[in-house]
């Protein structure tokens, strides 16, 4: 069975900085690239940051560019996602995919609210 769990998220204040981990099962992790995306109430899904499966490379969002920082630990699994300098635009459910897009699996999501 092909499961992806988030975990690490939390409430934290402006400026402040979260990790979210992306365990996943079921499946070779390493033949997969692997994407973030967030979505804030009552807004569209919107893309963060993504992940290639044999170089590495990585792609972000304009709104979390030099801020946030994908990275994967294929010995384990699991997918990273360092968040620094969060803002309250930052508070969403964020939630890993295997591949580029959501047309494959994904996560229930961990909720991030940035708040003072």
């Known amino acids: 069975e092909v499961q992806l769990v988030e975990s690490g998220g939390g409430m934290v204040e402006p400026g402040g900085s979260l990790t979210l981990s992306c365990v996943t099962s079921?499946?070779?992790?390493?033949?997969?690239?692997f994407s973030w995306y967030r979505q804030a109430p009552g807004k569209e899904v919107e893309f963060v940051a993504q992940?290639?499966?044999?170089?590495?490379?990585?792609n972000y969002g304009d709104s979390v560019q030099g801020r946030f920082t994908v990275s994967r630990d294929n010995a384990k699994s699991t997918l990273w996602l360092q968040m620094n300098n969060l803002t309250s635009e930052d508070s969403a459910l964020y939630f890993c995919a295997r591949g580029w897009t959501l047309t494959d699996y994904r996560g229930q999501g961990t909720w991030v609210t940035v708040s003072s």
């Open positions: 992940i290639s499966s044999a170089f590495r490379s990585t």
């Open positions: 079921g499946f070779s992790f390493t033949s997969y690239p």
